[in-house]
């Protein structure tokens, strides 16, 4: 295969990346500095902030109207894609801390937006569970405990509607997922995972090098 060009990852380079997407809304900004203040030991959690421009691109770009989201935080990209649902959009967000997700309502409410989200204090396998099992999803944002990854994706993607889009955060898991025999546990389940997703004949998937990477996987026409 011919050799590609790749630019060096730098702090330069992440800056201009950023100049050149939508910035931080105000609330937005406010919810990413309360993370960072308030929990710090766990911000990294928090999706990139070039994900959130992203992922409300995909709300506008796939016309979704049903969200499902597996592991919201504080309220980030939920924040993001509620904003960009249209009025009548609904976006389910699960999630098993009340106490994480306590900085999302707030930021939700501030942005008028909390309408468009339900929050589900539960596990999310539960929750998925409970939903009809026929395709009426539009578009899902995986971004939780490593290891539930393959049973998410399990139950998201007979739900999906055709033509819906599900997207997965972390798949490179800081590299790990080149030599899975030295990974840790969380590395260990993405790199199961991304090879479950590769072989899935239900969907047509890409492996994009977004922070800390990013899988979109379409469902196919049935």
Same mark, same amino acid.
Request: with cysteine.
């Given at each position: ?9 730098? =702090?330069?380079?992440?800056?201009? &990346?950023?100049?050149h997407?939508?910035p ?10 309360n ?26 770009? =796939? ?8 592991? =919201? ?24 801390? @009340?106490?994480? =997700?306590?900085?999302? /309502? ?5 942005a ?7 929050? /589900?204090?539960?596990? @999310? ?18 971004d ?14 007979? /739900?999906? /509607? ?5 997207? &997965? ?18 590395? @260990? ?10 072989a ?5 998937? &890409?492996?994009?090098? &977004? ?12």
């Open positions: 295969m011919a050799e590609t060009r790749h630019a060096k990852r730098s =702090t330069a380079l992440h800056d201009y &990346v950023l100049d997407n939508p931080p809304d105000p609330v937005q900004r406010e919810l990413i500095a993370t960072r203040a308030q929990l710090p030991d766990h911000a990294e959690m928090q999706v990139a902030q070039e994900q959130g421009p992203l992922l409300a691109f995909l709300v506008r770009l =796939t016309g979704a109207r049903h969200i499902v989201e597996i592991g =919201t935080f504080t309220g980030l990209s939920a924040l993001c894609m509620a904003q960009a649902l249209p009025p009548e959009g609904k976006l389910i967000a699960c999630d098993v801390s @009340a106490e994480w =997700t306590a900085y999302g /309502r707030a930021a939700w409410e501030e008028g937006v909390a309408d468009r989200i339900e929050l /589900r204090i539960a596990p @999310a396998l539960e929750t998925l569970r409970a939903m009809p099992s026929e395709p009426h999803i539009d578009l899902a944002f995986v939780a405990d490593k290891p539930g990854y393959l049973a998410y994706w399990e139950e998201l993607v007979p /739900r999906m /509607r055709p033509g819906g889009l599900i997207a &997965v955060d972390n798949v490179l898991y800081g590299g790990e997922v080149v030599n899975p025999s030295s990974a840790s546990v969380n590395g @260990a389940a993405i790199h199961a995972f991304n090879e479950h997703v590769r899935d004949s239900r969907v047509d998937s &890409v492996l994009l090098e &977004v922070a800390d990477g990013l899988t979109l996987a379409r469902r196919r026409e049935q």
